[in-house]
């Protein structure tokens, strides 16, 4: 079965801003945590390239781990069901620690992922996310450290993806299905 026709669409968010937003948004985080460690919890895949830009802003002793979780149902419709595919290595017990993710949609992911890393005793719990969607929110989501809103449409670009394809894009698109997807 062929997939629905796409392509590119618009830039919405060029190279250079989001290069100045996620200096801006390391440069915040290095004072609010000025004297600590943070655990900085990468949500794979799509928070790859975001995460790693966002790391080498941050002026602070600080650790990495990564997880990935799986929700999506239909190509760009969450199924409501978040699944863990990959838990952290390490120990978040007591730590500060700054969930990193790509984009916040309806909200279910990442509020599972709260509850989920709540439930195990961390010092503090803050989210940084690139791209919010507000429009679509079904339930509500703290975003402590925000990238960009943008509308309601599906975008590619900067780590994210569609079907895998896109993710190494240097800016945000929005992506046209000439049918539905
Ligand atoms: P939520 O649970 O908030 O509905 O969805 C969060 C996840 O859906 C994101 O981490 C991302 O993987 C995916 N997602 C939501 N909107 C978009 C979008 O516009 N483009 C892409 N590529 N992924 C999206």
Redesign the pocket.
Known sequence: MSGPQIRLGEILIPQDLIHRRVRQIGSQITADYCGKCPLFLC?LQ??AVFSADLLRQVELELSIDFMA?S??GTA?E?SGQ?QLMKDVDSSVEGRHLILV????????????LLRNLQSRFPASLRVCAL?S?PS???IG?PIDYLGFE?PD????GYG???QQR?RNLPHISS?IFNQAP
Not at 101 to 112: A, F, H, N, Q, S
Not at 153 to 156: A, E, G, Q, S
């Open positions: 949500i799509g928070a979780v929700s999506y760009t969450t978040v993710e790509d984009i916040v949609d309806t909200g279910l992911t990442l509020g599972y791209l969607k679509r929110r079904r989501v943008i449409t599906f975008v590619v994210l993806d569609y896109f992506l």
